[in-house]
Structures are given as C-alpha cells and as structure tokens.
C-alpha cells in the first residue's frame, strides 16, 4: 500500500541527495479518505527557495499527490502538536443508482433520507462533549472530550449530494465517520434523534450507527491558531 | 482493455442464459472519456420485466457501470440510427496545481486563460458548418457538415473549472476535443478569434489547436427526436 507520507519522503530523499527527511502530518487519514488541506512539516539542513522547493515536491511526486503551498516556519512548529482547527468534509450519494464516476470520492447510501431530521440531528453534536460512543473502541486516546465549533449538512442542488461539515479543535479515531453513519441511520428513520444524546451521555459505542465507508471523507483544511 | 459494451454484452449473455445479445450504442466513446447519458438497445428473444432486467443489468455489471433506465421500444428502433441530438461537456482544470482527486475527471491546462475571449469564440462555432478543421483526418464520413444548436462555456463558481457544452445533431471523430483544444489556445492568446472562422472555411486541420485530452468529455444526454 502506498501512502501519501511515503511518496514525499521519497521525493525528499532525493531533493536532499540522499539525506533521510522526515515527514511530520498534522494528522493520519484511512485508506480511502481524501485530503485537499493536509499540512506536513520537515527539517531541512540548509536554506532553500521555497518556491523552487515547492515545485519540485510537487511535480517529482506521483501524479494523485499535489503541493500547493511551502512556508518556513518557527524551528519550534509541529503540524500535529501546534494548536489547530481541522474540518472534515463527507460526501454522500443518495442516488439510485449511484453516480459511477463518483465511487471512489463519495459513500453510496441508497436509502431514503429525511433531509430535515438529519439537519436536526446533526446540531445536537455541536459543542463540547465526550465523544467515546462515536470512536472505534480500544483507542489509546485517554481523554476523549472534543469541541465540534461547526456541524451542517446541506444539499447539493445540482447533484442531490449530502455534504456534511464539521469543524473542531480535533477528531477522535474514525469519529466524523461513525458521526455520519449514525446520523443516516437517524435520516432513513430506524434511530430517534435524541439518542445522539444517549450515545454522548452513555459513551456506548454500541447505541450508534454504523462506520460510514471512508471513500466520502475529506480533510478539507487545517487552521492554525497562530 | 475493458469495455462498456462487452461488460454489459457479459452481462446480458449470463441473463439470457448463455444466448448472445448484442449491444448497440449510439456512439462511442474513446478511452478515458465518460458517459453519463449514453443509450444502448439490444433485442431480447422474449419479453421481461423492465424493471427486473434494469436491476439485473445494474447490480451485475462492474461498479463502474449504472443501467439507469430500461425501456421497451418499436422493433425498429436504433440507438445510432434514430435521429437524436447529443450533449458533450468538457471540464477543464485551470488550478495551478490541479486538483489531483479529479485527475481523471478533468482536463489540466495550468496556464492563463482570458474567459471573455473564450465566450466570444465560442459563439462561432454555433449554427451549421463543415466541420472537417475539426475532426481527426483521415476518417471515413464523407459528409463533415453538422449543426451545433448550443455551445457555451461556463465559469464553475466553487472549482474554478470551465465547462464547455456542446449540443448538436452529430459529432465528427475527436471534433469536440479538437473545439476546445482549439478555444484554449485562443483564450491563452495563442490564436486570434477569428481563426476558428479559417479553420471552418478552409477544413485545414493544421491551422486548428491540438485535440484537448479526452479525461474532461463527458457524453451527457442523448435526446431522441421521437
């Protein structure tokens, strides 16, 4: 399997004739997840031009990995440990069938959905909670409490997709996933809306929806608080 | 390489249980170019339930392939042959870099492109013309002359992609990627405007752009006249 940190640290090796550099992202994401505003750091041992730098890593990496921006930062920065606000799209094709062009950037849910129920659902995850019942069981994570400052839904108008959005200061292991299975389920009637109440009161994984497939999951941007 | 047709003739055979059907569409598509409206007939030796054939079609053909539609028609209908007008759109990336999720969905062109000057050459090509400037030389359709009814281009607001449509009462080979090769160069200052008028009255294929990549077309409807 090829990843995403291989493939610039590969480029990296030779950019930096053969000296190991190593990659630092703010973050992991599941095979299959899409990443439009991933942010990686590394060490260099001398001075480049950035722009020269840039364009090297993105033309020398394969043809699915882009680099749109380099910036030097403070010798103290760490794309992961610095403090950030990270949003997550997820796609959903509702269609029957699906869109075929779209199978691999968008979850196919050919179930009815109640537009109106899932929006109510959906605000019910805003704010600070502990979200044990909607991460994969067994992480090493101790504290689990998150603060979610954005959670919508719309509908695309011209591709009757769902686009769900949520932004918060950090997101537990498969939690936007087990989010939007949950809240499907909510949508196509056999779960009530509150028990997203239950579900963050109880931390019981059980009471949630399903891990929704992580084709339609994108880490849209990451901001930093400085 | 894998075909539409011979998945869908796969198919058909397994649900005619072992009796040959063959498929015929109303045009072809080269590699790389997606349909979104193509339409097939084919003769079935009795009747079916249109809705148990479409779903059979549908679940049993690859992911990639959607039946969308099954509908009986007179016997002597036929996809090609019947009149009808067709619907291309092409996308075409400006992004510097490009959007690398739709490498295959998009056609790149990383350079600038003055959007007024495209909107103004493409108005020439509306109406009825020979279009022999625009098609790969060397093809065996000896009459060239073929009626445009629409051709625009739009600016998509949230990707900053142009989409051309193009609808017409036919196609010649590789005519719609030779137009919009032809409408880059000129909206990248490479061509006057009123080339695309030569290359209508001469039929000189060298004084057209180069054919654009076939990753942006997309067949988009077919509409019967009957």
Excluded at 41 to 66: A, N, S, V, Y
Excluded at 109 to 123: L, R
Aim: charged share 25%; proline share 3%; no cysteine.
């Amino acid at each position: 399997m090829r990843t995403v940190q291989e493939e610039i640290e590969k480029t990296l090796l030779r950019l930096n004739s053969g000296q190991v550099v190593k990659v630092h992202g703010a973050g992991r994401t599941d095979a299959g997840v899409h990443a439009y505003g991933q942010v990686i750091h590394f060490d260099l041992p001398q001075q480049r031009d950035l722009e020269k730098l840039r364009f090297g890593l993105d033309t020398q990496t394969p043809d699915d990995i882009d680099v749109i921006q380099v910036e030097q930062v403070a010798d103290d920065f760490h794309a992961r440990y610095q403090k950030h606000r990270k949003t997550y799209e997820f796609l959903v094709d509702l269609g029957r069938p699906k869109n075929p062009l779209m199978r691999h950037y968008a979850t196919h849910f050919p179930y009815k959905v109640d537009f109106s129920v899932v929006k109510a659902a959906i605000k019910k995850l805003r704010g600070t909670h502990d979200f044990t019942g909607f991460t994969a069981s067994g992480t090493s994570v101790e504290n689990k409490v998150r603060t979610i400052s954005r959670a919508t839904v719309e509908k695309d108008d011209k591709t009757g997709f769902l686009i769900f959005t949520f932004t918060g200061s950090g997101f537990l292991y498969k939690q936007v996933r087990n989010m939007v299975g949950t809240l499907l389920k909510i949508g196509n009637g056999r779960m009530p809306i509150d028990q997203i109440d239950r579900i963050l009161e109880s931390g019981d994984r059980s009471l949630a929806g399903p891990t929704a497939a992580g084709n339609g999951l994108y880490l849209k941007e990451i901001i930093y608080d400085d």
